[in-house]
């Protein structure tokens, strides 16, 4: 018998108790032995829970129990997640999170100690929640040289976009929403300013290159500045409106960034919709591959961390490897990297038609005091030199 403990008892951590004794007969069958959750640590009470039971409110009695083989790290943010998950590695313990903000500040550390320590650190949930997306990185696409990921990350933002899309809302009535709904925290900005999807991307970038890729370093732009008009010009242009993770590799030059981009149906991104996610990679071998499922939610990223802990129920003393160092990959200059430009103007201002190649012009009847472009593509470097100061510029999206 393997024994869990499962750190943070909020929608994850009941999300993962509930999956395994839902479905404890197959859980059983693939680790090749049972597996029980010993202790749920949380500073809350529950009563009339069923964790009550194995409720604890001291991390030291987690830690100093021998019989505890895993540890389930869902508790959030890094601090104490970090000194948690060190201590128990370093102690000999398996551990798997579905911990975005650890993994990608701490991952290559955690790797290496899992490995010295002949255990393992696994963290499929931490991106794309329900979508098995690591695991075939790591494991099953092995072969392939990747030059490029593509990503929808953040199922909050998505349906944002999508309600304003669908509905012909404006950003802050989308955002209420989804706040209502639960999809949005009462503080929104990690999600709608970038930093959650920067985080995935990140996350996949390193273990695609095998190297850390600080998600500081990203150019990272949310969607707070998306407004109705946009929407109405990319529908005109038959287009949608994605907040994208993106990562290229072109001719050895990395580019990586988080923004959001009018994408067209011929784009397989383009039917995702709503808080679902997907995933792109293109390799030199396999081609074009797509994950889509949810990318949040209780039960899917719960789902997610299950597999983990069978995986190290039947490796609880053999480290599985994951080529993920501490040296950090190599970005270009972001002037470099090229893109096609949606750009809205004042009516009255000539000089973007005179200053950029334009692939299509458009006027609407509904915003008769201005006009959009479409620019043909070209290097970020010389759009912000043509773009000038942009006092007549209402909006700026990339176009892919």
């Not at 693939?30 to 500073?43: F, S």
């Not at 690591?134 to 040289?145: A, K």
């Not at 990395?254 to 009018?262: G, K, L, N, R, S």
Request: glycine fraction near 8%; include cysteine.
């Amino acid at each position: 018998m393997v024994k869990v403990a499962v750190l943070g008892y909020g929608t994850i951590g009941s999300g993962v108790v509930e999956v395994l004794v839902t479905n404890k007969e197959t859980v059983t069958r693939n680790a090749g032995t049972d597996v029980e959750v010993k202790y749920v640590l949380d500073l809350r009470d529950f009563p009339g829970d069923p964790v009550e039971s194995i409720l604890v409110h001291d991390y030291q009695t987690i830690i100093d129990d021998p019989e505890i083989d895993i540890i389930v790290e869902v508790m959030g943010g890094t601090h104490p997640a970090y000194e948690y998950v060190k201590e128990a590695l370093e102690r000999g313990k398996n551990v798997c999170t579905s911990n975005k903000a650890l993994v990608a500040d701490y991952g290559p550390e955690l790797v290496k100690l899992a490995k010295e320590k002949s255990v393992n650190f696994l963290f499929e949930a931490s991106v794309g929640g329900g979508i098995p997306i690591i695991r075939p990185i790591l494991r099953s696409l092995t072969v392939d040289t990747f030059y490029e990921i593509t990503g929808i990350l953040n199922g909050t933002t998505n349906y944002i976009l999508t309600k304003m899309y669908d509905e012909g809302g404006s950003f802050e009535d989308a955002l209420k929403e989804a706040q209502k709904l639960g999809y949005a925290e009462a503080d929104p900005s990690a999600d709608v300013d970038g930093f959650d999807a920067a985080r995935k991307i990140a996350i996949l970038s390193g273990l695609m290159y095998g190297k850390n890729l600080n998600f500081e370093d990203l150019s990272i732009e949310g969607i707070r500045h998306i407004t109705k008009a946009d929407m109405d010009y990319a529908k005109f242009l038959g287009k949608k409106i994605k907040l994208l993770g993106i990562t290229y590799n072109i001719a050895g030059e990395i580019y990586t960034e988080v923004a959001p981009h009018m994408i067209g149906p011929d784009n397989k991104l383009y039917l995702v919709d709503d808080v679902k996610n997907g995933i792109e990679l293109k390799g030199n071998l396999l081609g074009d591959t797509m994950f889509y499922g949810a990318g949040a939610g209780k039960l899917p990223t719960a789902s997610a961390v299950v597999s983990d802990i069978i995986d190290e129920a039947k490796h609880l003393h053999t480290n599985i490897p994951i080529i993920w160092s501490d040296e950090p990959v190599k970005l270009a200059e972001r002037g470099r990297h090229r893109s096609k430009f949606f750009i809205r103007v004042d009516r009255d201002c000539d000089d973007i038609k005179n200053q950029f190649e334009i692939e299509q012009l458009v006027t609407l009847p509904d915003y008769p005091d201005e006009y959009a472009v479409v620019t043909t593509e070209m290097t970020f470097a010389d759009f912000y030199e043509k773009i000038g100061d942009k006092e007549h510029v209402r909006s700026i999206v990339q176009v892919k």
